[in-house]
C-alpha cells in the first residue's frame, strides 16, 4: 500500500468514544465476528444489531460522537460550503464550486488528494452517438433494479442516467484544456465478454489519454492532480491534515458545519452546507467485520484508499443520519497470492493488532473466464462472471481462496475471450501492445505468485496440492478438455467460446482471491444528494457523494456497467453542489 495503514486510521478520531469493546476488536487475536461483535456493548452499554444503528441501539464499530469542549477548539472558519475529502468526488464538487463561483472550503485527512478512478461511466455521451450506439435507459434503470434485489432507489440512479452525459461533457473539457483526449469504450454491449448474450453490457465507458501536443508536465498528471491544479490557479488550497472529528448541528437537527481534529488541535469550519466525500470503510476491519462478512472469507487483496475508514459515514449516523440497510461493495478477481495462502487478515498483522490483506494490487488476469477450481481441486462455478461472481462463490470454499489455471494458448484465448471493461487489459497489453505470455507473466512468476511447470502433475505440486486434492485437479483438468472438445459446459453452462483446452505446456496456475477497492453502502440520499435521517426526511445543509453516499448499490457491484462507480459520484458531486448554489434547470 502507498503508506502504512495505523490503528489511528482505522478507528479515526472518534476511537475513543467507541468504547473498549470495540478496541479489543482490533487488538485481540483475530477481529470479531457479526456474531461477537453484536452481542458487545458500547461505552453507552447499548448493543449492535446486524452490523447497523437501531433506535435506541449502538453497533460497537460506531459507538458514539466525541465530545470535544469549546475550549478546545483552536480555531474557527467560516465558509458557505463545506466539502470534506478530496478524492474523486469532493474534487470535482470543489471545481464544480470555483467554477459557480461559491464560497468554499475542501478539507482532506491525508497529505495529498486520493487516486484517480481513472475510468467513469457515462449515458448517451456524443462518442457514444458517433460509435452508433446508446443506451436504453429505461432498460437500465431497472436492469440495476434488478440486479440490487430493488434495494437501491431508482429515484437516485435517474440522477446518473440523466446527467451523466452533462458531467462528461465538463471533464472533457478541462482535460481538453490540459492535452488530453477522450476515449470512449464503444467495444460495449453486444454479448462478449464472457458475461452471458441475456446480460444487458451498455456503451458507457470514458478514459482519457494525452494527446501528442500535450505537455509532459501535464501528460503525467491524473484526473484528480489536474482538479488540484485548477484550485490552486484561483487560490483555492486543499486543507491537508483535516481529520473528520464529528458534525456540528444547531437545535433543529440541521448540519452547520464540522470540527476537525489537525496537528494544531481542533478546528471547527462554520457552513450553511456540508458535502461529505469520505469514502466508504474498506480500511476499517471493524466495520468490515459487522457490516459485511463475507469479506475477510473470500478477500485477499487490497487496492484501497487508506483513509476510507467510513468516518464520514459514522459521522452522519452521528448526525442523525440513515444508512443503507445492507451491505456493497467493489471486489475485483484479481486477488493474486503466493500458493498456500489463504483468503483474510494475516496472522502477522493481527498479532500486531492491525488486521492486512496478504497483498496489495490486482492480477488482471484473474478475470479472465480460464478454468478455476477450489484447493480441493474441483470446479465450482461458471468462471465467464467476472469481477465480484467468483470471490464471493469462493467465501464457502476451502480457504476462500481458488486456483486458476491455463497453458500455453494463453495469448490465443485470452484474444477470443474479449474481456470488457478493465478486464481488457489483459488483452491489450498481451496481444495489441505485444508483450506476449512472457512478457507479460514474467513479473508474476519472478514473484513467486503464478507458477509454471511441464506437466500437469507438476503444476499441482507447484501448487501445493497432495493426495486426493491432486488427482481432483487432474481430473478436473481432462473433464474441463473434454467439455471444450464438445464445445459444451454441461456442467456449469459457460458460453462456448469462453473454453480453453489446457493441454500444451508450459502450463501456468495462480492462487486468487478477492480485490477490494471500497465499499459502496453509506448515507441515504435522495436525488439532490441530500442525506435523508431515520424518517426519510431530509437532513438540511448535509449532503454526500461518492462511496459514503448509499441509496444505489445493494449487496454487490453491477459489475457490467463498466465505469459506473466513478461515473455516478462525479456526476452526484456535480449537481449537489449546483443544487446548493441554485443553478440546477
Not at 452471458?196 to 458507457?204: A, F, Q
Request: proline share 4%; aromatic share 8%.
Amino acid at each position: 500500500m502507498t503508506q502504512e495503514i495505523s490503528r489511528r486510521n482505522f478507528l479515526s478520531g472518534a476511537a475513543i468514544a467507541a468504547g473498549a469493546a470495540a478496541v479489543a476488536g482490533l487488538s485481540g487475536c483475530a477481529p470479531k465476528t457479526m456474531a461477537e461483535t453484536g452481542a458487545e456493548a458500547t461505552a453507552t452499554g447499548t448493543v449492535e444489531e446486524g452490523g447497523l444503528a437501531v433506535v435506541g441501539k449502538t453497533p460497537a464499530w460506531l459507538g458514539t460522537a466525541p465530545d470535544i469542549p469549546e475550549d478546545e477548539i483552536v480555531e474557527t472558519r467560516e465558509t458557505k460550503l463545506l466539502i470534506v475529502g478530496a478524492g474523486n468526488a469532493g474534487l470535482a464538487a470543489a471545481v464544480t464550486a470555483q467554477d459557480l463561483g461559491l464560497d468554499f472550503l475542501i478539507a482532506e485527512k491525508s497529505g495529498t488528494v486520493s487516486t484517480t478512478r481513472k475510468w467513469y461511466g457515462a449515458i448517451n455521451v456524443p462518442e457514444c452517438a458517433e460509435a452508433g450506439k446508446s443506451v436504453d435507459v429505461i432498460k437500465l434503470n431497472n436492469v440495476l433494479r434488478q440486479a440490487f434485489w430493488g434495494k437501491n432507489d431508482m429515484r437516485v440512479t435517474k440522477t446518473w442516467l440523466n446527467e451523466s452525459a452533462e458531467m462528461h461533457l465538463w471533464v472533457r473539457a478541462i482535460m481538453e484544456e490540459y492535452g488530453f483526449a477522450s476515449n470512449f469504450d464503444s467495444d460495449q454491449g453486444e454479448g462478449r465478454g464472457g458475461v452471458g448474450i441475456d446480460m444487458y453490457v451498455p456503451p458507457i465507458q470514458v478514459n482519457y489519454n494525452p494527446r501528442e501536443d500535450c505537455p509532459k508536465e501535464n501528460a503525467e498528471m491524473a484526473r484528480n492532480e489536474i482538479f488540484e491544479d485548477l484550485l490552486k490557479k484561483q487560490g483555492n488550497d486543499i486543507l491537508y491534515g483535516f481529520d473528520l472529528a464529528k458534525l456540528v448541528t444547531n437545535e433543529n437537527g440541521a448540519v452547520v458545519g464540522a470540527i476537525f481534529d489537525t496537528k494544531n488541535g481542533f478546528v471547527q469550519i462554520n457552513a450553511e452546507n456540508v458535502l461529505l466525500a469520505t469514502g466508504g470503510y474498506a480500511a476499517n476491519p471493524d466495520m468490515l467485520e459487522a457490516i459485511n462478512p463475507i469479506l475477510p472469507r473470500c478477500l485477499t487483496s487490497s487496492n484501497w484508499e487508506p483513509g476510507n475508514t467510513g468516518m464520514g459515514i459514522k459521522a452522519g449516523l452521528w448526525a442523525g443520519a440513515m444508512k443503507d440497510p445492507g451491505a456493497a461493495a467493489f471486489v475485483f478477481d484479481r486477488g493474486a497470492v503466493p500458493p498456500g495462502t489463504k483468503a483474510g487478515w494475516t496472522e502477522d498483522s493481527l498479532a500486531v493488532g492491525e488486521p492486512m490483506l496478504p497483498t496489495t494490487g490486482q492480477f488482471n488476469p484473474g478475470s479472465q473466464p480460464f478454468l478455476k477450481m477450489n484447493l480441493h481441486g474441483e470446479r465450482f462455478a461458471n468462471e465467464s462472471g467476472n469481477y465480484d461472481w467468483l470471490p464471493y462463490a469462493a467465501a464457502s470454499q476451502p480457504g476462500g481462496v481458488y486456483l486458476e489455471v491455463w497453458d500455453a494458448n494463453f495469448a490465443e484465448d485470452v484474444k477470443r475471450f474479449h474481456g470488457l471493461g478493465c478486464a481488457s487489459l489483459t488483452n491489450v497489453k498481451v496481444n495489441i501492445l505485444g508483450m506476449g505470455t512472457e512478457g507479460y507473466l514474467q513479473e508474476w512468476i519472478d514473484n513467486g505468485v503464478v507458477v509454471k511447470a511441464d506437466t500437469l502433475e507438476e503444476l499441482a505440486d507447484k501448487l501445493l496440492l497432495e493426495g486426493e486434492h491432486k488427482q481432483n485437479f487432474l481430473a478436473t483438468i481432462e473433464r474441463y478438455n473434454e467439455l471444450y472438445d464438445k464445445q459444451e459446459d454441461e456442467d456449469f453452462g459457460k458460453e462456448p467460446y469462453t473454453l480453453s483446452a489446457i493441454r500444451q505446456a508450459p502450463f501456468y496456475g495462480v492462487t486468487l482471491g478477492g480485490t477490494l477497492l471500497d465499499t459502496s453502502d453509506g448515507l441515504r440520499i435522495n436525488p439532490d444528494g441530500q442525506v435523508l435521517n431515520t424518517d426519510g426526511d431530509v437532513i438540511e445543509g448535509l449532503y454526500a457523494a461518492g462511496n459514503c453516499a448509499g441509496s444505489l448499490f445493494a449487496d454487490g457491484y453491477y459489475n457490467l456497467t463498466h465505469g459506473m462507480a466513478c461515473g455516478r459520484l462525479l456526476t452526484f458531486a456535480r449537481h449537489e453542489v449546483r443544487h446548493i448554489a441554485g443553478d440546477l434547470d
